[in-house]
């Protein structure tokens, strides 16, 4: 009996294998935030490496510029004496003819034949000295400005290299943002009701102007006034206190002064990961305030939210 179900048995068989595989389910939200954590730490990587890039090509356009502002007044006093020269050298030639042979020819003795060659020479060394001076300045100016210009064009190309990269993990993330929604996936909030005690001084004007920045959204890149990157929010916060930091976190750890965990004050930064790639401030009591990635805006967050490699002291 079982023999004669054997070709029922292969032809469901068979027509099962062409039927469409069950669709798979949308991971869970624990699934989706290691995904998506995983996805905004790559993000968070080139951004901070696009920031550094940023800052040298902005230090590159500085020099450039500092560099023809320092050569415009070396040529200018040259052309002067290069000028002055030539219109002493016009005014010899007029008086004692066309040069050594006329000043022979016209002398009235020869202690002033001799009083003229020795004018005309020295005249002759003034202008191949400022000649001289002015070849040498130029070609050092042009050496520097072709290295700069060369460093200014291969970090350009490095800078569109990671903006390609940033435009498509930013693609990802909003993929996993679109699974998030379904999935009813809530991102974390942070600290809730928390104040820092305004301390006077420059550390106490930073942590108040980054506490004003609460709830503000994270965008790659940005400064301020209206949205932040985590190297952003804290040079943003530390320049309103007069102290000038790199939009960078590694930059700004190699900027900052080096503290222990038991000497934390409100306002000192603290740097996250073993490559530093996320930069917070500190605003006492273990707490932080930071941009903390893309789709987070600018929150309180407990200071061991994520591993901490250092911390510093601007100033």
């Not at 590694?250 to 038991?262: G, M, Y």
Request: charged share 25%; with cysteine; hydrophobic share 40%.
């Amino acid at each position: 009996m079982f023999g004669s179900l054997a070709p029922l048995v292969a032809a469901l068989t068979a027509a099962a294998t062409l039927l469409p595989a069950p669709a798979a389910a949308d991971p869970r939200g624990d699934q989706l935030d290691g995904k998506l954590y995983a996805a905004t730490e790559r993000l968070e990587q080139v951004i901070e490496e696009y920031n550094e890039v940023r800052d040298d090509l902005r230090t590159t356009h500085r020099k450039l510029a500092e560099l023809a502002e320092q050569t415009r007044p070396l040529e200018r006093a040259v052309a002067v004496r290069q000028a002055r020269v030539a219109l002493i050298a016009r005014a010899e030639y007029r008086n004692s003819g066309a040069g050594p042979v006329l000043a022979v020819l016209t002398a009235d003795s020869p202690e002033d034949f001799a009083d003229r060659l020795l004018v005309l020479d020295r005249l002759a060394a003034e202008q191949r000295a400022a000649v001289e001076q002015l070849t040498a300045a130029r070609s050092r100016y042009e050496q520097s400005r072709r290295a700069l210009e060369t460093a200014a064009k291969q970090q350009q190309a490095q800078q569109e290299r990671l903006t390609n990269r940033r435009e498509q993990v930013e693609r990802d993330i909003a993929q996993l943002e679109r699974l998030r929604v379904r999935s009813g996936y809530r991102p974390a909030t942070g600290v809730r009701g928390f104040k820092p005690v305004f301390s006077p001084g420059q550390a106490g004007t930073a942590v108040r102007f980054a506490y004003a920045q609460l709830g503000k959204a994270y965008r790659f890149g940005a400064g301020g006034p209206d949205a932040y990157d985590c190297s952003g929010l804290t040079s943003a916060a530390w320049s309103r206190a007069g102290v000038t930091l790199p939009h960078n976190a590694r930059r700004q750890q190699r900027a900052v002064q080096r503290v222990d965990r038991s000497d934390l004050r409100p306002g000192d930064l603290v740097f996250y990961y073993r490559n530093v790639r996320h930069v917070g401030m500190y605003v006492g009591s273990g707490k932080i305030i930071h941009a903390p990635q893309h789709g987070e805006p600018v929150r309180i967050d407990n200071v061991d939210y994520q591993p901490v490699h250092s911390f510093g002291r601007p100033g």
